[in-house]
């Protein structure tokens, strides 16, 4: 039922730090044993009161990585008051961690780092992390599209940003002039410098991992290869 949260991630976990040959501790990048028992009691707890829709369907499909596929959602806050008011749902981008251990890790430990990172201009914002039984278990709330015989999943609830840098420059090559790389320039650098002041290593930049805002701001995307930065500040 954890799909998520089974005793197979501890065992991983345990294996990559014996393998590496240094001790566990805290970072952004690698989860302490206590803290991912941490993440994993915040995402059984579910308490953001947060409701989802979500069709995994190919034309909501954005995309899809080594461990994971994302996907067009929209989501809502619930009202404390349970009243009839009007329901403002936004659109997010949720990305669907695949079921194998390694992609289970990978999710808990960029969820346990855009948490612990906060809010920045420049960083993709997480809205919640959901476990998808949960959804499933609750006909109020569950996706209203999933296949019977794929395991429920992790799922990284993210801001919803309309395009990549990559895809950006292919669709708008005359728009795209030396003062707006230069631009993306400035605003990628001070973006990494400050994960460097946090302690961390966001490991795998590249355009495909660099979504663009409605007012062309950059946020770098991808934060599973993130890690501990060994002169960091915490």
Not at 74 to 85: C, K
Request: glycine share 6%.
């Amino acid at each position: 039922r954890d799909f998520c949260l089974s005793r197979g991630l501890g065992d991983v976990y345990k294996r990559q730090n014996s393998a590496r040959g240094h001790a566990k501790k805290p970072s952004f990048g690698r989860m302490s044993l206590e803290e991912r028992k941490s993440e994993e009691q915040r995402i059984r707890a579910h308490n953001d009161k947060m409701s989802l829709r979500l069709f995994l369907n190919k034309p909501f499909k954005l995309g899809e990585g080594r461990n994971s596929e994302v996907y067009l959602g929209a989501y809502h806050r619930e009202r404390v008051d349970n009243s009839d008011a009007f329901v403002d749902w936004q659109l997010c981008a949720v990305k669907r961690v695949q079921a194998d251990q390694e992609s289970q890790l990978a999710g808990l430990q960029e969820a346990f780092a855009l948490r612990r990172l906060g809010s920045h201009p420049h960083i993709v914002r997480l809205i919640s992390v959901l476990d998808e039984m949960e959804l499933r278990d609750d006909t109020s709330k569950a996706p209203p599209v999933h296949a019977s015989d794929d395991p429920p999943r992790l799922l990284i609830v993210l801001e919803h940003l309309p395009c990549t840098l990559a895809d950006y420059v292919r669709s708008h090559t005359s728009d795209v002039d030396l003062p707006l790389w230069l631009d993306w320039a400035r605003q990628l650098a001070e973006t990494v410098e400050w994960l460097h002041s946090r302690g961390c290593v966001h490991g795998d930049i590249k355009k495909e991992n660099v979504l663009l805002t409605h007012n062309l701001s950059i946020k770098p995307v991808s934060y599973t290869h993130l890690r501990a930065h060994e002169t960091g500040r915490n």
